[in-house]
Structure formats: C-alpha cells, structure tokens
C-alpha cells in the first residue's frame, strides 16, 4: 500500500445568479436560464413558472427532467410589487442549489430588507424539515424493501465478474441489494446492482454520511473505509477481521471516515483509496487523503506491480488482474 498525493479543491454545488430584468416576461426567462445553469432543469418548466404566486414563502415541489416520475426539485419565492425578487430552488436528488435575485435589492427600505431575511430564514427551516420528512419516507421504503430480499447468490453473474462473494448483500429478482445505514444501524438508502454491473441509488434516499456494511466484526480493531462495495469485498476477503464499510463514492469518504472515528476512537482506522492513475486529477487518492487526515486515520492505495495497466484503479481491479496472471 502507498501513499497518496495531496487532495485537490472540491467543487460546491450551490450557485446564485444575479440579474436585473425589467419587466415579468424578462425575470421569468432569467429565473429560467438561472435554474438551467444550476442544473437544475424542470420536466415543464412553464408550468412550474406559472406556480411563482403558490411558490410565495413556502416550498413548491417539482417534478425534474431527470426523474419526472418523482417531485425531488423545490421552488421558493418572494415578490416585490407583484414582481418576483427572490426565487431560491434546489434539487434534492443532486444536492444542486441556486439564489436567483432580481437587480440590487434597492427597491427595498431597511424594514423589507429585514422582513425578507425574516421569511427566507422560515422559508429555510421549512424546506429542511420537507428534505428530512422526505428522507425519513425513504428510510422507511429502503428498509421495508430490504428485509423483503433473500440472501445473495453467490453465482450472481456480477460477483462472479468480480471474484467476491457475497458477504451481508441481498437480493432481489436478478438485482443485489445494499443497504445504505447509520452509526445506530439505521436503514437510510439501497444501493442495486444488476447482472450488467449498473448500479442505482435509491431515488431521494439520504447517501451523506451513510454506509454499505460490507462485513467484519460488530466491535472492531480495525475498520478499512473504501468507495464502492465490490471494492469492500476484496479487502474483507484479505483481511476478515476488519470491519469494512463501503462509502458508495469518494465524495462520502470523509464523512463516513470521520463518524467512524466518532463511533470507535481507538480502532486503527484505514481509508483504503481508489486511485485515478488514469485522470489528470486523481479525485480517488485526494479524497482518501483528505477523509483520512480528517479522521485521524491511516490511508492506503493498491501497490502497483510495474506492468500493472493504468485502467486499474482501485483494490478489486488489482484482485482481478492478479487472479488472471495466474
């Protein structure tokens, strides 16, 4: 195992966009190209446009062109003189975020002023408690579908593909099934994964902070964090007294390396990278670092054999080019 280059900057997915239109025509169209440069994009976005009066204080919640069978994005407005001022929307199945405002806010006297950061601040309290009412239905759903699962087959095509077993997955029809949970064991989110490989977050569940426990021990000496569960499985399979969690991704490293670290202040605790040889920014290895300088934690990457190709990244690529030279 070595050790990793230092982590780069991380991009923040809130944006504002500033804009002075005239007249209502012009500030829905500016309202429109703001929500687009967010990435947040409407399945209809004149109707969620004509919605701005009901959208007034509170949360309107929207359908999104990329899950149009699920209300996931939310729109909130505040007008002045029957004209929209603020509008501030999200995503919650991206994390997307944007502030829309109109001109410089000189229309407004001091007293608006504070009776607009008055409402925002409820409008904000309001929206957080929809997200968390909306995570806990998704809880709710996820552990209800997973006690409806069997026991993975071992024989499934991708953990043949893969050369793992199946350790505490599930299984659906011809689908895996993880299980996304908390430090109190928890259920948050899935995680599927077809024969194909294709693998599929549980629409609006909550993946921050939450984990796939791949398999080890409940009361662990050491705990070996890695991005995605086949890459858990190999290292459960080097190294069985390790208690293995898989983040599902590079982004959620340090936030699950650092709640372990709260969970089991004494464990020796590894952040196993992936490592992006191949990309001109290595996000795999600098997210490792970073999650593992956060946690107090140790980090490691694959150790490289000299004739090892490129694409390889991460603990299960070297497994499997290993198992072919044999």
């Not at 446009?49 to 919640?61: H, N, T």
């Not at 929207?62 to 939310?74: C, I, V």
């Not at 607009?116 to 998704?138: G, I, P, S, V, Y």
Request: glycine residues 8%; proline residues 6%; positive net charge.
């Amino acid at each position: 195992m070595k050790q990793a280059p230092a982590p780069e900057g991380a991009r923040h997915q809130t944006q504002s966009q500033y804009s002075t239109p005239a007249n209502y025509a012009e500030r829905l169209n500016s309202i429109r190209a703001a929500l687009l440069e967010a990435g947040i994009e409407p399945a209809n976005s004149d109707a969620l446009l004509s919605r701005l009066a009901d959208a007034e204080g509170k949360p309107v919640r929207f359908s999104t062109a990329s899950k149009p069978r699920s209300k996931n994005g939310w729109l909130i407005a505040y007008h002045d003189r029957g004209l929209p001022f603020v509008v501030i929307a999200g995503d919650w199945s991206t994390g997307a975020e944007t502030k829309w405002v109109a001109g410089t806010g000189d229309t407004l006297n001091p007293a608006e002023r504070r009776e607009l950061k008055r409402r925002m601040a409820e409008a904000k309290r309001a929206r957080e408690e929809e997200q968390a009412r909306q995570w806990e239905a998704r809880a709710t759903a996820a552990a209800r579908h997973w006690h409806s699962c069997s026991p993975a087959d071992p024989l499934h095509p991708y953990l043949l593909r893969k050369g793992i077993q199946p350790h505490r997955a599930r299984q659906k029809g011809r689908e895996l099934v993880l299980l996304l949970e908390d430090f109190t064991g928890k259920a948050w989110s899935l995680q599927t994964i077809d024969e194909a490989g294709s693998k599929r977050l549980m629409a609006g569940g909550k993946k921050a902070g939450h984990f796939i426990v791949v398999d080890g021990p409940d009361y662990p000496a050491r705990v070996l964090i890695c991005e995605g569960w086949a890459t858990g499985c190999t290292l459960a399979e080097i190294d069985a007294a390790a208690l293995v969690l898989a983040a599902v991704d590079c982004g959620n490293l340090q936030a699950v390396a650092t709640g372990a670290r709260n969970r089991w202040p004494d464990a020796d605790l590894i952040v196993c990278g992936d490592d992006d040889r191949e990309k001109t920014v290595n996000a795999g290895a600098a997210a490792a670092r970073a999650a593992a300088l956060a946690a107090g934690a140790r980090f490691a990457l694959p150790e490289w054999p000299p004739e090892a190709p490129l694409s390889l990244s991460d603990f299960n690529d070297l497994h499997q080019w290993q198992r072919g030279k044999k």
